[in-house]
């Protein structure tokens, strides 16, 4: 089970370095990573989707070669509070429902705050500013496209 989503999680992360930017648009692009981090963090719980977010995360600093760390510590954070709505008992409601979308947008807006805050740390750029236009804009982004797993564990249910 440890080697499948090892093997997922490089595909995803191959797929945010390399395929969304063709899904950019206007400088805001969907993070993949964190809608695979709260996946794993519904169906494999809290400790687990925190440990896989850290490790994601670094990995993705490592890839791209940016601030080394912040991926790290946004990812463990997607995976920690996604973590808090496991229910080993509802995780496929909860995939195929409305419910995936607001846990996306709630973890990601978090993400994205936190990481704002770090990355504009020292810069000129405001902090309020750039959670604004481009956290919120990527939070609504992400969970858009969110809706495609959701719908196609929704189909799954009714199956």
Same mark, same amino acid.
């Given at each position: 089970? #440890?080697?499948? &989503?090892?093997?997922?999680?490089?595909?995803?992360?191959?797929?945010?370095? !390399?395929?969304?930017?063709?899904? #950019? *648009?206007?400088?805001? =692009?969907?993070?993949?990573?964190? *809608? $695979?981090?709260?996946?794993? /963090?519904?169906?494999? +719980?809290?400790?687990? =989707?925190?440990? $896989?977010?850290?490790?994601i995360?670094l /990995? @993705?600093? %490592?890839?791209?070669? !940016? %601030?080394?760390?912040? =991926?790290?510590?946004?990812?463990?954070?997607?995976?920690?509070? /996604?973590?808090?709505?496991?229910?080993? !008992?509802?995780?496929?409601?909860?995939?195929?429902?409305?419910? &995936?979308?607001?846990?996306?947008?709630?973890?990601?807006?978090i993400? !994205?705050?936190?990481? %704002? *805050?770090?990355?504009?740390? +020292? #810069?000129? &750029?405001?902090?309020?500013? /750039?959670?604004?236009?481009?956290?919120?804009?990527?939070?609504?982004?992400?969970?858009?496209?969110?809706?495609?797993?959701?719908?196609? @564990?929704?189909?799954?249910?009714?199956s």
């Amino acid at each position: 089970r #440890t080697i499948k &989503i090892l093997f997922a999680s490089l595909f995803f992360l191959l797929l945010q370095v !390399n395929v969304v930017q063709l899904l #950019t *648009i206007d400088g805001i =692009s969907p993070d993949l990573l964190i *809608i $695979w981090i709260v996946y794993l /963090a519904l169906t494999e +719980g809290q400790l687990r =989707s925190t440990l $896989w977010g850290f490790s994601i995360g670094l /990995a @993705f600093d %490592f890839v791209t070669g !940016n %601030f080394i760390g912040l =991926s790290a510590l946004t990812k463990t954070v997607c995976g920690f509070l /996604a973590g808090y709505f496991f229910n080993e !008992n509802k995780t496929q409601l909860i995939l195929g429902s409305y419910r &995936i979308l607001l846990i996306v947008l709630f973890v990601s807006l978090i993400h !994205n705050t936190v990481y %704002f *805050i770090v990355f504009t740390r +020292g #810069t000129t &750029i405001g902090v309020l500013g /750039a959670i604004l236009q481009i956290g919120l804009a990527t939070t609504v982004y992400t969970a858009t496209i969110t809706l495609l797993p959701m719908f196609i @564990f929704a189909r799954k249910m009714v199956s």
